[in-house]
DNA sequence: GCTACACTATGACGAGTGTTATAACCAAGA
DNA sequence: TCTTGGTTATAACACTCGTCATAGTGTAGC
């Protein structure tokens, strides 16, 4: 049972998080994300019969597992390695699209939830971030720091990126990225056992 | 020249921050923010000429204003006396809404942008963010710390509370936030000359 | 051949959007 | 008293939204 997914498929999901990434969730309809892919409006439905709320939790799904596939390749040569990988993808966003694209993750957590059923899409948001910081906490634990000071350094480390790409949008300029960056690079070379 | 301002007015610029905080910039309507202020909707076009983008940079800027006079008496204590209110105020924000409200700041800086003149909105997170990063690097410096150290700090500092913010909405937990403020506690406690 | 089914094409639905225009109100000043 | 100008009331504009229904297409298996 080989589950084949249809390029279309794909490309509407990949789509979706580039969109929702640029202009937030509410600001992406699914006609743009439709021709955005080249598919037709009504291919939308056939492949998303929950309408755009499953599309929008499974394009911050996509946008986590890519991010997360990366974070565990560079982890491994150690958790310093993985901070300067995860700050540098998300300044290469930023540089890269002149500073209108951001975390699609960070967007759907911010904008409107609790009216009904899109509190779907919180919810993966919420798993990618708390991925993120496992994958952080464990390569930190592995390395000789106490579990619970891990999983402080993972979480600061996750929160710093996310609000620092946000500032960085507005202001236009990579600066908060880069303070942070240098701020969390010392704090974890101080502290990780080599 | 007192320039009064009718209660009207305030109360419009007030809702907005409420409701662009909670849900977003693009899910804000007019309609809604004059409802939610008791005013008809001909009257917001009369004291906001410029449309919603007018009503949204304003809102920011009242949301960044209220939030600085705080950090400012605050950090009159010491910079890790203002750091504690900074992160008490969302936490509090977070619990008392059910996690339904973030910062309005935030918002703004994550959605669309770009398109034309809504790039004013940004302009005014990009001034907040800004505002608040002079105040905390100000407060470090006055503490012995370093120019250039005081200012990776201080950015560390709003980054990471957006940042936990957002996460905390999504997780639906004071856990991030938490978490973040233990590590930026010992951090600053362990630099800043007492 | 022909049936079955994944996919496309097209169009409509009700609702909500930002914005503008125009007429009515109603306080204070001459 | 009349007039002015800040404020409201009401309705309409052109548009987009998410969603659904329905008819049409293709191609793969029998």
């Known amino acids: 049972m080989t589950e084949l997914t249809p390029p279309s498929r794909q490309q509407l999901v990949a789509g979706a998080a580039d969109m929702i990434r640029r202009r937030g969730l509410n600001a992406t309809s699914i006609r743009e994300i439709a021709k955005h892919a080249g598919t037709p409006l009504g291919s939308t439905y056939h492949y998303f019969p929950g309408g755009k709320q499953q599309l929008a939790t499974e394009a911050v799904r996509f946008a986590g597992d890519t991010v997360a596939r990366m974070l565990d390749k560079k982890l491994r040569a150690g958790p310093v390695d993985g901070l300067r990988a995860f700050l540098a993808l998300w300044r290469?966003?930023?540089?890269?699209?002149?500073?209108?694209?951001?975390?699609?993750?960070?967007?759907?957590?911010v904008e409107e939830a609790a009216d009904d059923e899109r509190l779907a899409v919180l919810a993966a948001a919420a798993e990618v971030f708390s991925g993120w910081e496992t994958q952080l906490a464990e390569s930190l634990r592995q390395h000789g720091i106490e579990p619970a000071e891990a999983e402080q350094l993972a979480t600061l480390v996750v929160a710093a990126a996310e609000g620092a790409v946000a500032m960085c949008r507005a202001q236009r300029t990579t600066r908060a990225l880069d303070r942070v960056a240098a701020q969390l690079e010392s704090l974890l070379a101080s502290t990780v056992d080599r």
Do not use: E, M, N, R
């Open 92 to 109: 290469d966003i930023l540089t890269s699209t002149g500073f209108q694209a951001g975390c699609p993750v960070l967007a759907v957590s």
